[in-house]
C-alpha cells in the first residue's frame, strides 16, 4: 500500500505546483513592498494637504470676520456722528457783470402805402432799394371817375350860386313891397294885406337863406374833391428805403387800407433804427434802467459793434413768455442795419446788493428757492432767497443771505432743518453718507 501512497502523494505534490509559465510572471516579494511604501506617503501628502487648506480657511475667515466686525464699528460710528457737509462762503457779486442777450432790429418808421383815390396805375418811378425823400412822387394814378364827379360837382356849383342870385332879387322886390306895404295909412290897404306882403318878405329871405347854404354845400363838395387830386399822385411820407413795391401800370387801385385792398408800397427808415431785446423775468427791471449802456455785435457784418443806451423799456412783463422789452436806439447813417436782423447785445448792468453763490448751493422745494447756511452753533438753516441771475455754475442772488455766510453745496434731502452737521473742507473727501462738490 505505501506505494502506492507514495504515488498518490507524488501526484498531489505534483498537481500543487505551479505550471512553469505561471512561476515565472509572479513579481518578486521586493517590489510588493515598494509599491506600499509609495501608498503611505501619498496619503500622508494628502493628509497634509488637508490640514494645510484647513488652516488657511480658518485664518481667511478669521480675517474677513475681522473686516466685518470692524466695518460695522465704523458704520456704526459714522451713523451716530453727524453728517459731514461741504460749505462755500458767500461773496459779492462783480460789479459790470455783462449780460448778453438775443435782439432784433427795426426800423424808426415802417409806413404801408395804399391808394387814397380809386384809379388804375399811370406810371410808377420809384422800386424796391430805392432811397427816397420826403415828398418825392413815387407812382400817379388815372382818376377818371374823380375828375367826372369834380366836373359835376363845379357846375352844381354854378347852378346853386344862379339860383342864390335869383333868390337875392326876389328876397329884395318882397322887401320893398311890404315897404310900401307897411308904411301905407290905415284904412287905405287892409290889415290882412299887410300881413301877406310881410309873409312874402319873410319866405323869400328864408329861400335866399337856403340857397346860400346849397351853395356852401357845393363848394364844400368841390373842395373835398379837389383835395383828392393831390392823391392823384402817391408820395413818399419820409425819407426812407422803398421795400417793396406791390403795383403795376395798368392796375386797378381802390381806396382804403381794408384787407381786400392791396397796398401800392412799403417803405422804412433805417436811420436811426431800433434794437428790441426781450428780457427774461429772472433779469429784474429794476436792472434794466433808461441809460444803462450796451454794445450791439452784428455776426452777420463780420462781428462789428455798435454802441447805445437802453432807451426805454416796457415796464410791464408779458405774460406769455414771460419777459418785458427793452428799446435801444443807435444811429445808423450808413444803413449797415437793416431791418429784420438779429443781433446779440450785451448789457453792462450793476450788481448793487447782489451777492454770488456756488449754483450747488440752491435747494428748490415747493416754496421759492432756498439755501442752507451752517450757522456759528453748526446747525443747518434753510432761508428763502430771490434769484436775481442765473450764469450757470454761479448765481447772483437779490436777497435772502449776507456776504460772509456759509451755505452747503449740494445738500441731501435727508437733512433737515436745525440738524447738527459736521464742516469738512472742500478738498476733503467726506465720510459715507455725504456729498461733496469739488472745488472750483
Do not use: C
Not at 505550471?19 to 493628509?47: H, L, M, N, V, Y
Amino acid at each position: 500500500m505505501q506505494p502506492h501512497d507514495d504515488q498518490l502523494g507524488g501526484t498531489v505534490a505534483q498537481a500543487s505546483r505551479p505550471p512553469p509559465e505561471k512561476e515565472a510572471s509572479a513579481p518578486p516579494p521586493s517590489d510588493g513592498r515598494a509599491a506600499g511604501r509609495a501608498g503611505r506617503r501619498i496619503r500622508r501628502f494628502a493628509i497634509g494637504l488637508m490640514f494645510i487648506l484647513a488652516a488657511g480657511f480658518l485664518l481667511r475667515y478669521s480675517i474677513r470676520l475681522h473686516h466685518d466686525h470692524r466695518l460695522a464699528t465704523e458704520a456704526l460710528a459714522v451713523s451716530s456722528a453727524p453728517p459731514q457737509v461741504v460749505v462755500a462762503t458767500v461773496g459779492p457779486a462783480p460789479a459790470g457783470q455783462p449780460l448778453v442777450l438775443p435782439g432784433e432790429t427795426a426800423a424808426w418808421y415802417a409806413s404801408t402805402i395804399y391808394a387814397r383815390v380809386n384809379g388804375y396805375v399811370r406810371i410808377w418811378w420809384s422800386d424796391i432799394g430805392d432811397h427816397v425823400k420826403r415828398g418825392q412822387v413815387l407812382a400817379a394814378i388815372e382818376t377818371p371817375e374823380l375828375d367826372a364827379a369834380l366836373v359835376a360837382a363845379k357846375a352844381k356849383l354854378r347852378s346853386a350860386n344862379a339860383t342864390v342870385r335869383m333868390r337875392e332879387a326876389e328876397a329884395a322886390f318882397a322887401e320893398t313891397t311890404y315897404a310900401r306895404w307897411r308904411n301905407a295909412p290905415k284904412g287905405v290897404v287892409s290889415e290882412q294885406e299887410r300881413e301877406d306882403k310881410k309873409a312874402q318878405y319873410a319866405s323869400a329871405q328864408a329861400r335866399l337863406a337856403a340857397a346860400r347854404a346849397q351853395v356852401n354845400a357845393d363848394e364844400a363838395e368841390v373842395e373835398r374833391l379837389n383835395s383828392f387830386q393831390v392823391f392823384k399822385q402817391v408820395t413818399a411820407p419820409y425819407s426812407g428805403t422803398i421795400t417793396q413795391r406791390r403795383i403795376d401800370i395798368g392796375d386797378l387801385v381802390s381806396a382804403g387800407s381794408s384787407a381786400q385792398t392791396t397796398p401800392l408800397y412799403r417803405m422804412s427808415k433805417a436811420n436811426p433804427i431800433r434794437i428790441f431785446v426781450e428780457a427774461p423775468q429772472s433779469v429784474q427791471a429794476d436792472l434794466m434802467k433808461v441809460g444803462i449802456p450796451a454794445v450791439i455785435t452784428a455776426h452777420d457784418l463780420a462781428g462789428r459793434k455798435f454802441t447805445g443806451k437802453i432807451t426805454r423799456t416796457s415796464e410791464a412783463i408779458s405774460p406769455q413768455a414771460r419777459t418785458f422789452r427793452v428799446e435801444i436806439d443807435i444811429p445808423n447813417p450808413d444803413l449797415a442795419l437793416v431791418p429784420g436782423m438779429y443781433v446779440e447785445v450785451a448789457f453792462q448792468l450793476a450788481n448793487e446788493g447782489a451777492v454770488e453763490v456756488p449754483a450747488a448751493a440752491l435747494v428748490f422745494r415747493s416754496r421759492s428757492p432756498e439755501v442752507a447756511i451752517v450757522g456759528a452753533d453748526g446747525r443747518v438753516h434753510f432761508v428763502p432767497v430771490t434769484i436775481r441771475r442765473d450764469y450757470g455754475n454761479v448765481v447772483d442772488l437779490g436777497s435772502g443771505v449776507s456776504v460772509g455766510a456759509k451755505v452747503v453745496l449740494n445738500i441731501s434731502n435727508q437733512i433737515v432743518d436745525g440738524e447738527q452737521v459736521k464742516v469738512v473742507p472742500q478738498q476733503q473727501q467726506p465720510a459715507a453718507g455725504s456729498i461733496a462738490e469739488p472745488a472750483r
